[in-house]
């Protein structure tokens, strides 16, 4: 079974161009978290769906993120514009749902390594 | 709101020794899982091992076994016969058993890097 897949693996680009990450879950899972990881530093929620509903989006700065969930799989996260203060690593993970049980495990992607000159 | 503290930056053991990762948290909730993570540099992050708060008994998963302490809200992780392989980072982590809002999300320690030495 493949895991969570995420691409770009590694992503530069200049302050204030427009960047997208791109997160495919495990079939079958209908919860999908985006999280920010910044350097030294454990993993912050960004975003989370249930199918294609963003159910918890609090931590996601609205000016310059969005994310979509089209069709409760595939899932894009963008910047507009991109500031040096988002370098980091953007992680993707999925799980069957998001209740209670250990079925509920969250499993995570490698990661998008953005650095922000 | 919970919080997990890892006060180790970083540890080193020797292989086939045996150590320990620290891990406290704050929480109001009686109900809750708690979880070790594995992250090598290939950024994955692993899951090792998993805490189901209302078991009274210590989860193990082959060399890796957890020292859990609810009252004092500790959460320890021991490994034996430590392996190279074993060099990554270690992050702590709390997941509530609710479904609303933000109760399914895991909330990180800032983890503890571990070094494995021959």
């Known amino acids: 079974e493949a895991g969570v897949v995420q691409s770009p693996r590694y992503k530069i680009i200049e302050k204030k161009q427009p960047v997208a990450f791109w997160c495919n879950p495990i079939?079958?899972?209908?919860?999908l978290y985006w999280y920010l990881q910044n350097l030294g530093q454990g993993p912050e929620l960004l975003i989370r769906?249930?199918?294609?509903?963003?159910?918890?989006d609090s931590q996601l700065p609205k000016d310059r993120f969005s994310a979509e969930r089209l069709k409760g799989v595939d899932s894009t996260l963008k910047i507009q514009p991109a500031e040096l203060g988002d370098s980091a690593v953007y992680l993707c993970?999925?799980?069957?749902?998001?209740?209670?049980?250990?079925?509920?495990?969250?499993?995570f992607g490698p990661g998008t390594r953005l650095t922000v000159l | 709101a919970q919080t997990v503290t890892q006060s180790q930056p970083e540890m080193s053991v020797q292989e086939a020794e045996t150590v320990t990762l620290s891990c406290t948290y704050d929480?109001?909730?009686?109900?809750?899982?708690l979880f070790w993570y594995k992250q090598p540099p290939s950024r994955q992050m692993i899951l090792v091992i998993r805490?189901?708060?209302?078991?009274?008994q210590n989860a193990t998963e082959n060399r890796f076994s957890v020292n859990f302490q609810k009252a004092a809200k500790s959460f320890s992780l021991k490994i034996s016969d430590s392996q190279l392989g074993d060099a990554a980072m270690y992050f702590c982590?709390?997941?509530?058993?609710?479904?609303?809002?933000?109760?399914?999300?895991?909330?990180f320690g800032t983890g503890t890097r571990l070094q494995v030495t021959l």
């Open positions: 993970a999925s799980s069957l749902g998001s209740g209670r049980g250990v079925y509920n495990e969250q499993f």
């Open positions: 079939s079958g899972h209908n919860t």
């Open positions: 769906y249930e199918n294609e509903e963003a159910v918890d």
């Open positions: 929480t109001s909730e009686s109900d809750y899982y």
């Open positions: 805490q189901e708060a209302y078991k009274q």
């Open positions: 982590a709390y997941r509530s058993v609710l479904n609303t809002g933000t109760a399914s999300k895991l909330t």
